[in-house]
Nanobody, 117 residues
Framework: QVQLVESGGGLVQPGGSLRLSCVAS??????????MGWYRQAPGKQRELVAA???????NYADSVKGRFTISRDHAKKTVYLQMNNLKPEDTAVYYC?????????WGQGTQVTVAS
């Protein structure tokens, strides 16, 4: 059974940084073949894509986080990271890890990020 487990969330002041991690496990989950992404959902809002990394190494970002967030992946550790710098209160949300390949998609349980002074 495939599992995606996020960690690294927490409370941070505006302008601060956090690094989220998502470790994938489970037989048959060929990490290098999956597109991996980070989504977030704020209270009362729809889940939105924050950053994604294709199996080919291409990354893309939501306009709201460009220049502040960086997605990266370590194939040996089956881990995808989201480095978040210069955090703003509007970045407050539950952040979810996603892995997708064809019609297969997996989600993590989410990790809370709160940006407040």
């Amino acid at each position: 059974q495939v599992q995606l487990v996020e960690s690294g969330g927490g409370l941070v002041q505006p302008g601060g940084s956090l690094r989220l991690s998502c470790v994938a496990s489970g037989s048959g989950f060929l990490f290098s073949m999956y597109a991996m992404g980070w989504y977030r959902q704020a209270p009362g809002k729809q889940r939105e894509l924050v950053a994604a990394s294709t199996s080919g190494g291409t990354s893309n970002y939501a306009d709201s986080v460009k220049g502040r967030f960086t997605i990266s992946r370590d194939h040996a550790k089956k881990t995808v990271y989201l480095q978040m710098n210069n955090l703003k209160p509007e970045d407050t949300a539950v952040y979810y890890c996603n892995g997708a390949l064809g019609d297969r998609t997996y989600w993590g349980q989410g990790t809370q990020v709160t940006v407040a002074s």
